[in-house]
């Protein structure tokens, strides 16, 4: 079955634990970022990669860290959490990296992070 | 700065009426948008995208893309009790897959 996995699906942690949400598509697409959702904000992009060892900045990137050592897999990494990034994270990943590709993302379960 | 911009809601319907959702955005440049469905503690899934100026049909649910006018909008028809969920609006600015999201519209549908 196609799909985008993360985990874990729910975690609570304390401030400055580093921590690392583990997201894994078996889709062989090129394009995965992640996202945070907040009440009234909607999605926000942290961080994309269009393809391995490729990494940027979105929108919101200031105290996370990602990684694309391969296509599968792309971690996000809170090396000091903080309680404003208490939220729901999503990773996603879509086939085109190009304009008017098919540029359908695909999201993960989302992973309800709370930071005491 | 790239914004989408829609309307929180709720939007109340009554079931078999069309519901229509819409969404404006700042940027002439974005090539594609998206239609996603959001149930309550669920992830987004996809429902249309339209890439080109006018209407797009997929059984109940037509896409309406006006780029002069810079807005979107998602029609529901024969809306059911199983529609109710968040409805965000996003689009590809950076052609590259870079969406920018809505807040969302929240939908209801009563029987």
């Known amino acids: 079955e196609a799909q985008v996995t993360q985990n874990p699906r729910y975690l609570i942690t304390v401030t400055g634990k580093k921590l690392t949400v583990t997201c894994s598509q078996n889709?062989?697409?090129?394009?995965m970022s992640w996202y945070r959702q907040d009440p009234g904000l909607g999605l926000r992009q942290i961080y994309y990669?269009?393809?391995?060892?490729?990494?940027d900045k979105g929108d919101v990137p200031e105290g996370y860290k990602v990684s694309r050592k391969e296509k599968r897999n792309f971690p996000l990494i809170l090396e000091s959490p903080s309680p404003n990034q208490t939220s729901l994270y999503f990773c996603?990943?879509?086939f085109g990296t190009g304009p008017l590709m098919n540029t359908e993302a695909f999201f993960g379960q989302g992973t309800r992070l709370t930071v005491v | 700065q790239k914004e989408v911009e829609q309307n929180s809601g709720p939007l109340s319907v009554p079931e078999g009426a069309i519901a229509s959702l819409n969404c404006t955005y700042s940027?002439?440049?974005?090539?594609?948008f998206f239609w996603y469905r959001q149930y309550s503690g669920k992830s987004p899934e996809l429902i249309m995208s339209?890439?080109?100026?006018g209407d797009k049909e997929d059984g109940r649910f037509t896409a309406q893309l006006n780029k002069a006018s810079q807005y979107v909008s998602l029609l529901i028809r024969d809306s059911q009790p199983s529609d109710s969920a968040t409805y965000l609006c996003?689009?590809?600015?950076?052609?590259?897959?870079?969406?920018?999201f809505g807040a969302g519209t929240r939908l209801a549908v009563h029987p």
């Open positions: 940027d002439r440049g974005s090539q594609s």
């Open positions: 996603a990943s879509s």
């Open positions: 996003a689009g590809d600015f950076g052609g590259y897959n870079k969406l920018i």
């Open positions: 990669s269009m393809n391995v060892e490729v990494t």
């Open positions: 889709m062989n697409h090129e394009y």
């Open positions: 339209i890439y080109s100026n």
